[in-house]
């Protein structure tokens, strides 16, 4: 069974940068047939996607975010991690990787990490 | 890339069916047929119950099931139940391998 677990800072000071990895286990990273991506969510708000990332290396980012955002893939450890630079309090939200199929022309997530809450205070 | 629309709320009684409207653009909805749909219950992660507009993944129950009208996608259930309480989001293939998602809906099970 596939497993993703986010791990990273749970407090970031304002204008810093929030640095999460997610690690896959029950599977490898470095398949065909997907992406690997973070979403987010501000407390009491809805979802939001911040980008995805291919195992060669390839990235995709929500294009209001694009500016601030890095995501980069490490295959011999089977992770791949978020930066997102100059934080603010509007940062602060539960933190998703997510697998997201790409096989066949689908785009969905099939495979969520449990979550991770990152706070921005000083 | 501007997030899809949903209703803030519906409710329903047990054994009745409610529907959630995704609302987008040409550029998302309209444009691919390829919206997904994820229950969230307070405190966990997402779970996908349909994608690809239609298509429920094993194990999803047939009461769940979706469809698109032009840039309108829409999510059904029927017979429902009080386990089906939850938040309700869809989700849509934007082109050059980006998604949005929609404000999400609360739904009640009255």
């Known amino acids: 069974q596939l497993q993703l677990q986010e791990s990273g800072p749970g407090l970031v000071k304002p204008s810093e940068t929030l640095s999460l990895t997610c690690t896959v286990s029950g599977g490898s990273i470095s398949s065909n047939n997907y992406y690997w991506g973070w979403i987010r969510q501000p407390p009491g708000k809805g979802l939001e996607w911040i980008g995805s990332i291919y195992y060669s290396g390839s990235t995709y980012y929500n294009p209001s975010l694009k500016s601030r955002v890095t995501i980069s893939v490490d295959t011999s450890k089977n992770q791949f991690s978020l930066k997102l630079s100059s934080v603010t309090a509007a940062d602060t939200a539960v933190y998703y990787c997510?697998?997201?199929?790409?096989?066949?022309?689908?785009?969905?997530?099939?495979?969520w990490g449990q979550g991770t809450l990152v706070t921005v205070s000083s | 890339q501007s997030a899809l629309t949903q209703p803030a709320s519906v409710s329903g009684s047990p054994g009745q069916s409610i529907t959630i409207s995704c609302t987008g653009t040409?550029?998302?909805?309209?444009?691919?047929?390829?919206v997904s749909w994820y229950q969230q219950h307070p405190g966990k992660a997402p779970k996908v119950m349909i994608y690809e507009g239609s298509k429920r993944p094993s194990g999803i129950s047939n009461r769940f099931s979706g469809s698109k009208s032009g840039n309108t996608a829409s999510l059904t259930i029927s017979g429902l139940q009080a386990e089906d309480e939850a938040d309700y989001y869809c989700c849509s293939y934007a082109g050059s391998s980006t998604v949005v998602f929609g404000g999400g809906t609360k739904l009640t099970v009255l």
């Open positions: 997510a697998r997201r199929v790409v096989a066949t022309g689908n785009h969905y997530f099939d495979y």
């Open positions: 040409s550029s998302d909805v309209g444009n691919y047929n390829l």
